[in-house]
């Protein structure tokens, strides 16, 4: 597996995941505060900001006296983009026999899967606790306990 291919294909999959949430906000007329790519921002223009690392991202915006079904959408959509994405390039990939589009299938398939995934600060948290306060103190512990999780099964996966 070639390297470059493999960055391209997250940084697609983090593009398009990013710009189905903006997407979202767009369609119930939520104007976008924030679009980053990667960490530490290094580049910012207008809303826009480019980080050094491009493996994280995030759309900001102000969800205060947004509807919780509209509030859902806008969380849904960044992981149903991935999967939407994935399963086109699955097509793709497969009927064009090219690497980079089912690379890209895995991927996207994957980063929408592992985005469903109810721990901080993944949409699936999000959309769990969507409408509740969750104490700081019961996050920090919930985020601790379920990123341990993925590493011990990721560890364990590996052997």
Known sequence: MNSITI?????ISLI???VCHALALRTIGVPIQAFQIG?????RQNIFSLGLIPFCGGVKADLTGISTIRQVWYYAAGPAGSIVLGFG???IGIR????LMKLLS????AFGAFNLIPIPPMDGYRLVTLGRQVPYQVQVIWAVAGWTLIAAASLCWSR
């Open 7 to 11: 960055l391209a294909a997250l940084l």
């Open 16 to 18: 398009f995941h990013e």
């Open 39 to 43: 960490t530490p921002v290094i580049y």
């Open 89 to 91: 390039a699955l097509l």
């Open 96 to 99: 064009l026999d090219l690497y």
């Open 106 to 109: 895995i991927v996207s398939l």
